[in-house]
Each structure stands twice: as C-alpha cells, then as structure tokens.
T-cell receptor, first 113, second 111 residues
C-alpha cells in the first residue's frame, strides 16, 4: 500500500490564481480530511468527508472547496489564492470517522505571492 | 471543546526515558486522550490513545491520572529519531469526531 499520497510536494502561486491539491489513499478508507499548518502552529481542520459524496466544513473552510466523487480521492481546491493561504497542507484518512488512528500524508508546501 | 496544556519544549538524553506531560483539567467522560507526533518535515503520526487505564504499545506508554485531568506519554528509551513535536489531543469518539491540534511539545534528544 502507498498509504496517503499528496501532490504536488511544493507549489508557488500568485495571488488570484487557482489550483487543486491532490490527495489519494489506497486503503479503502471512508474518512478523509484536510488540515493546514502555519509556522509554529498546530494543524487546523479545513474540510472533511465521511464517505464518497459527503463533505463538511472544518474549523477554517473559507477560501477552500472540496468534493469526494470516489472513496480514493479527496482534492482540495483554492479558487482564488491569497497570501494568507501560504501554509503546509496535510491530508489524512482513516477507515471510519470514529476510528482511533488517522493516517497522514507527507504534506504540500504552498506559497502564495 | 475541552483543551489540553503542554509545555513548549523538553530536552532529553539519548537512551534515557522521557516523560511528556499533558494537562486536561476540563476533560469530559467521553473524551479519549490521543497522542500524535510530527517528525521534522513530515505529517503527524499516531502514537497512542487511552480512556482511563494506562496503555502500552510498541512506540510508547500512556499513563493517565486517576481523575483523568492529566496524562503522561512515556518514551522508554529515547532515540535521536524521537526528536519531534508531540501533540496531546482530546477526542470524543463518535461520528464525525475530529482531531484538534494545539501547538504541542517540542522534544529534543541529545546524543
């Protein structure tokens, strides 16, 4: 199993550009989520999904969209990037929303100029 | 949500035990205590969790106070690879339960 994979590893955007951060898992996990981590801070939940076709907002959803058309993939879209979205983004998955362990990807480092 | 309080940082020597404290005085009866760690430039990694009883696994031990208002993560023999940020998190187990990360405690290990 590859586990949780994220692409790209690094990305630089200009203000106003759009992009999609990719997240995929090959463990048939129902629950997937996106976090952002700013320097010196813990992770904050952006959006999560308890299964294909079901998504919900986390703590800091503004400026981000998600969809979950398959069990494997959970892309995060930035429609109009802003410098405040400069951060490291982590995707995580677990078999169910109440499973004790979540599995995290390696992260995408995004810089918005 | 109930919060946790951890020291900002701690140092230890290689091959010695490490005790990482966490206070959670407002913990409720349905809150589980979870620990994750984040190695440099990596995503967080699950370490251990517990409810009331002390727990052991291959990575660490979790000692929970009788009143559950505090807990301690124990690394029995620290290695250089254990240098990381350790997060103590309270999580209500149930549908849609989420992880709320604080700043964690930064563990440095001296050779």
């Amino acid at each position: 199993n590859a586990g949780v994979t994220q692409t790209p590893k690094f990305q630089v955007l200009k203000t106003g550009q759009s992009m999609t951060l990719q997240c995929a898992q090959d463990m048939n996990h129902e629950y997937m989520s996106w976090y952002r981590q700013d320097p010196g801070m813990g992770l904050r939940l952006i959006h999560y999904s308890v299964g294909a076709g079901i998504t919900d907002q986390g703590e800091v959803p503004n400026g981000y969209n998600v969809s979950r058309s398959t069990t494997e993939d959970f892309p995060l879209r930035l429609l109009s990037a802003a410098p405040s979205q400069t951060s490291v983004y982590f995707c995580a998955s677990s078999p169910t929303s109440f499973y004790n362990e979540q599995f995290f990807g390696p992260g995408t480092r995004l810089t918005v100029l | 949500d109930a919060k946790t309080t951890q020291p900002n940082s701690m140092e230890s020597n290689e091959e010695e035990p490490v005790h990482l404290p966490c206070n959670h005085s407002t913990i409720s009866g349905t809150d589980y205590i979870h620990w994750y760690r984040q190695l440099p430039s990596q995503g967080p990694e699950y370490v251990i969790h517990g409810l009331t009883s002390n727990v052991n696994n291959r990575m660490a031990s979790l000692a929970i106070a009788e009143d559950r208002k505090s807990s301690t993560l124990i690394l029995h023999r620290a290695t250089l690879r254990d240098a990381a940020v350790y997060y103590c998190i309270l999580r209500v187990t149930g549908a849609n339960s989420k992880l709320t990360f604080g700043k964690g405690i930064t563990l440095s290990v001296r050779p």
